[in-house]
């Protein structure tokens, strides 16, 4: 059973498009996160949410749209599709946030490529 | 700033050991982790430390943390082909947040 599973894999679109990556955890947890993978490898954090509650939005523009219907999943909606978008979108959850008693280990899907055309 | 320092590329032959150095921002932090990212996949936890250890070993895994100079670095023993990958830090930021360090890429060659 995939602990993280985002879908699809792999997303091809034309630049203006609107498009969505889903992404489903069963292991429990009550936080879960989108990061960005540019092409550097770079990986930057945009949103988190704790039992559906946005509790981290970290400058990201407003075409992206994060929605959690419920703890268990957190999708990620983007509209008007741009050149700088392509990236590798990485789902996360861990259980408790981070920080504090917890140990804070992050667990990840395998990750969501878009490429905008 | 939040600035997590990595090198980029690390070369080393197998058998060696590895060491991938980190440096992070945040004196605050209450764990630091080692991350492992392979191919074509996600993330996955390979170490942390508390901050208020200076040395963590795991196996051929020894985390060692310098808190007054801010540095964080791994060491892999007996370095295997399997180890190729890239290797994240991280520093806990806030209640909420991981904030990455660039990534070093691990190549090993026989």
């Known amino acids: 059973d995939t602990a993280v599973s985002q879908t699809p894999k792999y997303l091809v679109t034309q630049m203006g498009n609107d498009k969505s990556i889903k992404c489903e955890q069963n292991?429990?947890?009550?936080?879960m996160y989108w990061y960005k993978q540019d092409s550097k490898k770079f990986l930057k954090i945009m949103f988190s949410?704790?039992?559906?509650?946005?509790?981290i939005n970290e400058t990201v523009p407003n075409r992206f749209s994060p929605k959690s219907p419920d703890k268990a999943h957190l999708n990620l909606h983007i509209n008007s599709l741009e050149l700088g978008d392509s990236a590798v979108y990485f789902c996360a959850s861990s259980q408790g946030g981070i920080g504090g008693s917890n140990t804070g280990e992050l667990f990840f899907g395998e990750g969501s490529r878009l490429t905008v055309l | 700033g939040e600035d997590v320092e990595q090198s980029l590329f690390l070369s080393v032959r197998e058998g060696d050991s590895s060491v991938i150095n980190c440096t992070y921002t945040d004196s605050s932090s209450t764990y630091l982790y080692w991350y492992k990212q392979e191919p074509g996949a996600g993330l996955q936890l390979l170490t942390y430390?508390?901050?208020?250890?200076d040395m963590k070993q795991d196996q051929r895994l020894t985390v060692l943390l310098n808190k007054k100079d801010k540095h964080l670095s791994l060491r892999i023993a007996d370095t295997q082909t399997g180890d190729s990958a890239i290797y994240f830090c991280a520093e806990s930021i806030d209640t909420d947040k991981l904030i990455f360090g660039t990534g070093t890429r691990l190549q090993v060659f026989p």
């Open positions: 292991l429990g947890h009550d936080t």
């Open positions: 430390i508390f901050s208020n250890m």
């Open positions: 949410y704790n039992n559906k509650e946005l509790i």
